[in-house]
């Protein structure tokens, strides 16, 4: 019975969120043919977001994202493999930014990282 109410919420949820159940027949030997929810099925990405609670999180990705490659373009690479490395650092991601800009236009400063004049980055707390 509590799959028969997790399957009956599935459908009703779907119904609201707009995605789609795709099921599949199983026959079980007691209880006879079944249809049970093999796949679901998104019919664009705000719907498969929002089933997931992850609109704003991806919002906040898709800001950061831009934000660097208009920076610099050669991170796009390094973006998609490590997306979950960009929302750890989301809080402090425009630093980190600055910093990588400051290392490319001054790539061996030959002083310590306290003495680092970079605009907008308090290098004392790191």
Same mark, same amino acid.
């Not at 399957?7 to 030997?29: A, F, N």
């Not at 800001?63 to 920076?71: R, V």
């Not at 610099?72 to 425009?94: C, H, N, S, T």
């Given at each position: 019975?509590?799959?028969?109410?997790? =399957? !009956?919420? #599935?459908?009703?949820? +779907? *119904? /609201?969120?707009? !995605?789609?159940? =795709?099921? /599949? &027949?199983? +026959?079980?030997? *007691? #209880?006879? @043919?079944?249809? =049970?929810?093999? $796949?679901?099925?998104?019919?664009? @990405?705000?719907?498969?977001?929002? !089933? #997931?609670?992850? $609109?704003?999180?991806?919002?906040?990705?898709?800001? #950061?994202?831009? *934000?660097?490659?208009? *920076?610099?373009?050669?991170?796009?690479?390094?973006?998609?493999?490590?997306?979950? /490395?960009?929302?750890?650092?989301? @809080?402090?991601?425009?630093?980190?930014?600055?910093?990588?800009? !400051?290392? @490319? $236009?001054?790539?061996?400063?030959?002083?310590?990282?306290?003495?680092?004049?970079?605009?907008? &980055?308090? +290098?004392? =707390?790191?």
């Amino acid at each position: 019975s509590e799959l028969q109410d997790a =399957i !009956y919420s #599935l459908r009703l949820d +779907s *119904q /609201k969120q707009g !995605y789609s159940i =795709i099921d /599949k &027949v199983i +026959s079980h030997r *007691q #209880l006879g @043919e079944q249809k =049970i929810p093999a $796949t679901l099925s998104f019919a664009n @990405e705000a719907i498969f977001l929002n !089933y #997931l609670s992850k $609109t704003a999180e991806f919002m906040r990705f898709q800001a #950061l994202t831009q *934000q660097s490659l208009e *920076q610099d373009g050669l991170l796009l690479d390094w973006l998609i493999r490590y997306p979950f /490395k960009v929302m750890q650092y989301a @809080e402090v991601w425009p630093q980190l930014l600055k910093v990588c800009a !400051y290392f @490319e $236009t001054h790539p061996q400063p030959d002083c310590y990282i306290r003495q680092l004049d970079i605009k907008g &980055v308090d +290098s004392q =707390i790191y």
